[in-house]
């Protein structure tokens, strides 16, 4: 045992007969009444800081979510069934339902693979583009 400890034992009666007054009970009372101590203020203060914390978490992250869930811009993809003649309306209804659901299933793929997606979408382009260019050529067309 160390010096210390002899003595505490040795004079362990001597310790515990002095008491403070009921005046120093008083003034720590008084104290505690009248304002609040620094660990109360600290622990208000870090409330508040966690709180603004959080709610800025929650925004960002909102903000993160709707952007990364924003459906993609469309392009012009297929034909439109406007201008198309009756017999064919359900042979262009048919090719451009595939058309939409393979460009999704490439838009999912884009982040992959962009040289694929960049491919199919010039491909569509010049699709587009020559089906644009046969329905101007079709009204002065004999044999439609």
Same mark, same amino acid.
Not at 39 to 47: C, G
């Given at each position: 045992?160390?010096?210390?400890?002899?003595?505490?034992?040795?004079?362990?009666?001597?310790?515990?007969?002095?008491?403070?007054?009921?005046?120093?009970?008083?003034?720590?009372?008084?104290?505690?009444?009248?304002?609040?101590?620094?660990?109360?203020?600290?622990?208000?203060?870090?409330?508040?800081?966690?709180?603004?914390?959080?709610? /800025?978490?929650?925004?960002?992250?909102?903000? =993160?979510?709707?952007?990364?869930?924003?459906?993609?811009?469309?392009?012009?993809?297929?034909?439109?069934?406007?201008?198309?003649?009756?017999? =064919?309306?359900?042979?262009?209804?048919? /090719?451009?339902?595939?058309?939409?659901?393979?460009?999704?299933?490439?838009?999912?793929?884009?982040?992959?693979?962009?040289?694929?997606?960049?491919? /199919?979408?010039?491909?569509?382009?010049?699709?587009?583009?020559? =089906?644009?260019?046969?329905?101007?050529?079709?009204?002065?067309?004999?044999?439609?």
């Amino acid at each position: 045992m160390s010096r210390i400890e002899n003595m505490i034992r040795e004079n362990r009666e001597a310790f515990d007969s002095y008491e403070p007054g009921t005046q120093v009970w008083d003034n720590i009372q008084k104290n505690l009444e009248t304002k609040p101590g620094k660990l109360t203020m600290l622990k208000s203060s870090v409330w508040k800081w966690a709180a603004a914390a959080a709610v /800025f978490l929650v925004a960002v992250t909102t903000w =993160y979510q709707l952007r990364e869930t924003k459906p993609p811009a469309k392009e012009n993809i297929a034909v439109t069934e406007e201008n198309v003649p009756d017999e =064919y309306a359900d042979e262009v209804y048919h /090719f451009t339902k595939l058309i939409n659901l393979k460009h999704k299933e490439l838009q999912k793929l884009q982040k992959e693979d962009p040289a694929l997606y960049e491919q /199919f979408a010039g491909d569509i382009k010049m699709l587009d583009s020559s =089906y644009h260019s046969l329905q101007e050529q079709i009204p002065g067309n004999p044999n439609r």
